[in-house]
């Protein structure tokens, strides 16, 4: 029994642990390096004049704890067009699509990043093409065609990634395939907002799985007496 009790306080004592690491506010510091990608194109979008398109790659200097799912570099795309990125800022980290979540500019970001961000990686075209069906996505009105032709949001240039945009965009309907990743939404006072991804895998929370491992404790421990 009190080996019992030792691990019910523990699993206690663990949980609070994580739940008050989860409650904090998770940062992140980051040096910009470069596009990715080489030839990164560029052209003019509305509310920026003319500027480049495509991921950003980072390096991080500094992190929370909690932001296990990145090593040593980070990629990202911008959500701003109307503020500049520094070369080094710090980032808060907030788990999914922050003001898109649940709606329908979150609906058709999930869209596109689980049928096209694959293929963002395969030149600096596709990855300004990614960059310019974010932008659409996420300044035009729903009630308007999603093309970068039209609208409240319009760009010129990008040599072809334009027109890959556009054939991007106008696939996005149900059928469309989604939920393939994580999103996370990075913000700043001093830098353009940022959204990246990691892939999701299906697996056992980390709470799930230490109840099991109690669990499995407690069934070893009645079956001994």
Request: hydrophobic share 40%; charged share 15%; with cysteine.
């Amino acid at each position: 029994m009190k080996l019992q009790r030792l691990m019910i306080q523990l699993g206690v004592l663990t949980l609070a642990a994580l739940l008050a690491l989860s409650t904090q506010a998770a940062t992140i510091e980051l040096k910009y390096n470069q596009n990715l990608g080489s030839s990164t194109p560029s052209g003019h979008i509305t509310g920026a004049g003319n500027v480049y398109a495509g991921e950003f790659e980072f390096e991080i200097l500094n992190k929370s704890p909690s932001l296990i799912q990145w090593d040593d570099e980070l990629n990202a795309f911008c959500i701003q067009t109307s503020t500049t990125l520094k070369n080094s800022a710090t980032y808060n980290v907030v788990d999914g699509l922050g003001a898109f979540t649940g709606t329908y500019r979150g609906m058709q970001l999930d869209r596109l990043f689980s049928e096209y961000y694959t293929s963002s990686k395969e030149s600096a075209v596709n990855s300004a093409a990614m960059q310019l069906a974010i932008w659409e996505i996420v300044n035009e009105s729903p009630d308007n065609p999603p093309t970068l032709s039209s609208g409240n949001f319009t760009s010129g240039n990008f040599s072809g990634a334009r027109g890959l945009a556009n054939n991007w965009l106008a696939s996005l309907n149900e059928t469309s395939k989604s939920g393939l990743y994580d999103f996370y939404t990075l913000t700043s006072s001093k830098s353009q907002d940022l959204i990246t991804v990691t892939a999701r895998v299906p697996e056992p929370s980390i709470l799930l799985m230490f109840g099991l491992g109690l669990l499995a404790m407690f069934g070893v421990r009645r079956r001994r007496h």
